[in-house]
């Protein structure tokens, strides 16, 4: 048997090539870092392990789904007691209004919530919802922003293209397949610059319906606005009569129980909420003031339907999961942690002399390659080195320490609440011989 076949990673990824696209399930899961995708047999607590039983410190955590761990025990009797009630979709139970209720009692903006299974559904669904209350059709997204995959919000996200000229954006595509003429609908500004949103509302503001912006912007790893700005966009959007939106699918409960909007101290009309919000299990939500939400059907005319919302499993998960990202405490240790990684990995990069930095708010962070100082504008993440960032990345896992590739370009990691101090240590020893070995290597 040649040592190829032998290594059971390659041989599945070639077996999956012949039955999935790419052989991956999501366009991102080819790890570039590696040149194959990164094949996990299970995870538990802080930590995965790979087919051939190898434990990694996980800094992916399912792209900030798993905040709470890898098979937490309490989300895990929450599926098991969904599965015995027979993993019922397509229909009420008293499950649905406990989420609902604990969700409004946790996160400023919302009175009600309707239940998705993905961001990507969310986002749509809340654009559409805000188009049916004000009767415009277009909306303000910002330079960068990330808000799924449906045909209306593809437009400037991931790496800055060239053609994204700075000051006023054009809409660059970021898919085959979707429809020209949905750039019509969309607005495009600099994220941070309030006089370009002052600028648009001025000129376009009887035709916007809402601005849609991630008020963490965890997505080109993490750019932290204003305070002050948000609280202008806020007032600005009041003045306007468009509905403001936090995009919280990535940034709910990085920072606290109320999410970005509590530590902003900046309430939204409406919001999604996800990721993490069911302990790693399928579900998002929409939600916000009760006058709103309150458009849609059977109330409203916004349509809203799925057969698998809120089903049992997740709604049961997200419960259980609740109870934990509900107490003040669980945030304390996690902005321990986030001290202890960011400034470690800053002090390491410092200390070789190597041009990376580490930025991060709450339990997620961004790692730019390539320079030192810090990162405001989306657009200054077009100076990446990627080709560096996979070094460090293929670094990292060799030494036990998974990170996302990404492709080498920014992108958000993190961290959960089953990771301990030592576990932050071993990342930071790996990072430490990563880095000397890169340095010793150039
Ligand atoms: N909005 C934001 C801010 C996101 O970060 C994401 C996913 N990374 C989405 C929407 C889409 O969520 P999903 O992948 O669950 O469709």
């Given at each position: 048997m040649s040592s190829k076949a032998a290594n059971p990673h390659q041989a599945l990824y070639e077996s999956a090539r012949q039955v999935l696209p790419g052989g991956i399930s999501s366009s991102?899961?080819?790890?570039?870092?590696?040149?194959?995708?990164?094949?996990?047999?299970?995870?538990?607590?802080?930590?995965?392990?790979?087919?051939?039983?190898?434990?990694?410190?996980d800094l992916l955590t399912a792209h900030g789904a798993a905040l709470l761990g890898h098979d937490h025990p309490g989300v895990r009797a929450a599926i098991e007691a969904a599965l015995r009630c027979g993993a019922i979709c397509g229909t009420e139970t008293p499950a649905q209004s406990r989420v609902a209720a604990r969700l409004a009692e946790l996160i400023p903006c919302i009175d009600m919530v309707r239940f998705t299974c993905s961001g990507t559904e969310a986002t749509m669904h809340v654009l559409r919802l805000a188009r049916e209350i004000t009767g415009r059709e277009k909306f303000i997204k910002f330079d960068g922003h990330f808000h799924g995959y449906h045909d209306a919000v593809m437009w400037n996200y991931g790496p800055p293209a060239a053609a994204e000229a700075p000051g006023a954006p054009r809409p660059v595509v970021k898919s085959g397949g979707v429809p020209r003429g949905l750039a019509d609908y969309v607005v495009l500004l600099p994220f941070n610059d309030l006089e370009a949103v002052r600028r648009a509302l001025w000129l376009h503001g009887h035709e916007i319906a809402a601005v849609i912006l991630e008020p963490i912007h965890y997505n080109a790893g993490c750019i932290v606005p204003d305070k002050a700005y948000l609280h202008a966009l806020r007032s600005l959007c009041q003045e306007h009569g468009v509905i403001l939106i936090f995009d919280e699918i990535l940034s709910a409960f990085r920072t606290g129980p109320g999410c970005a909007q509590a530590y902003f101290d900046v309430t939204p009309d409406l919001c999604t909420i996800g990721k993490c919000v069911a302990g790693g299990t399928p579900l998002s939500v929409f939600g916000g003031r009760r006058e709103l939400m309150e458009h849609l059907r059977p109330l409203g005319d916004a349509e809203h339907s799925g057969t698998y919302n809120a089903n049992l499993i997740p709604i049961m998960a997200a419960e259980a999961a609740l109870a934990e990202l509900g107490r003040p405490a669980l945030y304390d240790h996690l902005f321990a942690l986030a001290d202890r990684l960011y400034a470690g990995m800053n002090t390491v990069f410092g200390r070789h002399r190597f041009p990376a930095?580490?930025?991060?708010?709450?339990?997620?962070?961004?790692?730019?390659?390539?320079?030192?100082?810090?990162?405001?504008?989306?657009?200054?993440?077009?100076?990446?080195?990627?080709?560096?960032?996979?070094?460090?990345?293929?670094?990292?896992?060799?030494?036990?320490?998974?990170?996302?590739?990404?492709?080498?370009?920014?992108?958000?990691?993190?961290?959960?609440?089953?990771?301990?101090?030592?576990?932050?240590?071993?990342?930071?020893?790996?990072?430490?011989?990563?880095?000397?070995?890169?340095?010793?290597?150039?």
């Open positions: 991102i899961r080819l790890n570039r870092a590696l040149g194959r995708p990164f094949y996990i047999a299970r995870g538990e607590g802080a930590y995965l392990y790979d087919l051939e039983g190898r434990e990694y410190v930095r580490c930025q991060g708010l709450g339990a997620r962070f961004g790692l730019y390659f390539g320079w030192n100082e810090e990162v405001r504008e989306y657009r200054e993440t077009a100076r990446q080195d990627t080709a560096l960032a996979l070094e460090f990345f293929a670094g990292m896992v060799k030494r036990g320490v998974y990170l996302c590739d990404n492709g080498g370009r920014p992108t958000h990691h993190g961290f959960s609440a089953a990771h301990t101090a030592s576990d932050i240590d071993r990342v930071l020893q790996a990072t430490d011989d990563t880095v000397a070995a890169l340095v010793k290597g150039r």
